[in-house]
T-cell receptor
């Protein structure tokens, strides 16, 4: 149980392109999902908290107009990197939890490796 | 600022030995702590979580939490080459996870 699916797994595109990444909870509903970014040899950094039916909450330093988040249903959140540039190249990973509480860990999707040429 | 600290390693352990991974945290408000394993190029996978003081065992893995010392550890018994990975410690507060920088573990056959 608690499977999180992420698509696509790999994107290579030209500078200036907008890229959409999908995160789905396959066997549970998630009112909250999380988007992380990981640069090589670094740890995961939380970018934003995606809230179903309301605006996402962005961490300090993350541009909300650059990284658009939509959480239209209880099983789907999307992250759109708008007008991507080489410095946006990174490993983007989403996570979700089946519930709230100390015994409800977050489960991660397989990640999306984004390369901007 | 809420921080989780880990020794980045690398930590080398012979096959069959016990690997000990350590983590400290600054936010006393953190309720739960998680250990994730991350293979190179892959996303993290959950190994264990703990929220009560003491030990929690699951197979070859034992997580230990000491809230007074703000210290979390993960022991891996009978280490196998397949345990070679980066281990991420994370603390949770208000549903958000704060990750340490990860410890790279290598199990030598």
């Amino acid at each position: 149980g608690a499977v999180v699916s992420q698509h696509p797994s790999w994107v290579i595109c030209k500078s200036g392109t907008s890229v959409k990444i999908e995160c789905r909870s396959l066997d549970f509903q998630a009112t909250t999902m999380f988007w992380y970014r990981q640069f090589p040899k670094q740890s995961l950094m939380l970018m934003a908290t995606s809230n179903e039916g309301s605006k996402a909450t962005y961490e300090q330093g993350v541009e909300k107009d650059k990284f658009l988040i939509n959480h239209a249903s209880l099983t789907l959140s999307t992250l759109t990197v708008t007008s991507a540039h080489p410095e946006d190249s990174s490993f983007y990973i989403c996570s979700a939890s089946p519930g709230v509480g100390n015994d409800q860990p977050q489960h991660f999707g397989d990640g999306t490796r984004l390369s901007i040429l | 600022q809420k921080e989780v600290e880990q020794n980045s390693g690398p930590l080398s352990v012979p096959e069959g030995a016990i690997a000990s991974l350590n983590c400290t945290y600054s936010d006393r408000g953190s309720q739960s702590f998680f250990w994730y394993r991350q293979y190179s190029g892959k996303s993290p996978e959950l190994i264990m979580f703990i929220y009560s003081n003491g030990d929690k065992e699951d197979g070859r893995f034992t997580a230990q939490l000491n809230k007074a010392s703000q210290y979390v550890s993960l022991l891996i018994r009978d280490s196998q080459p397949s345990d070679s990975a980066t281990y991420l410690c994370a603390g949770e507060g208000a549903q958000k996870l704060v990750f340490g920088q990860g410890t790279r573990l290598t199990i030598n056959p």
